[in-house]
């Protein structure tokens, strides 16, 4: 996690257990019990550097990042 979610969450890193099948949607189903503040959040999901949708399956060594918006100029 970056940035704010960090923050909303007092760590960088979660550790969740998902199921074999898990999708991007089960992982932050299970991340928001771990850490309820992430709900107020607005964040999209990088599954190995990629941003994908709640449908993607989760490869079992997958790399996933919690991006908040960014703004730059």
């Not at 107020?40 to 060594?61: E, G």
């Amino acid at each position: 996690m970056f940035a704010g979610l960090a923050d909303a969450c007092g760590d960088s890193s979660l550790e969740v257990s998902c199921s074999q099948e898990a999708t991007v949607g089960d992982l932050i189903a299970a991340a928001m019990e771990q850490c309820p503040a992430l709900k107020q959040q607005v964040f999209r999901v990088a599954v190995d550097s990629h941003y994908v949708d709640d449908s993607c399956v989760l490869p079992v060594t997958a790399e996933v990042a919690f991006i908040p918006p960014v703004s730059g100029g």
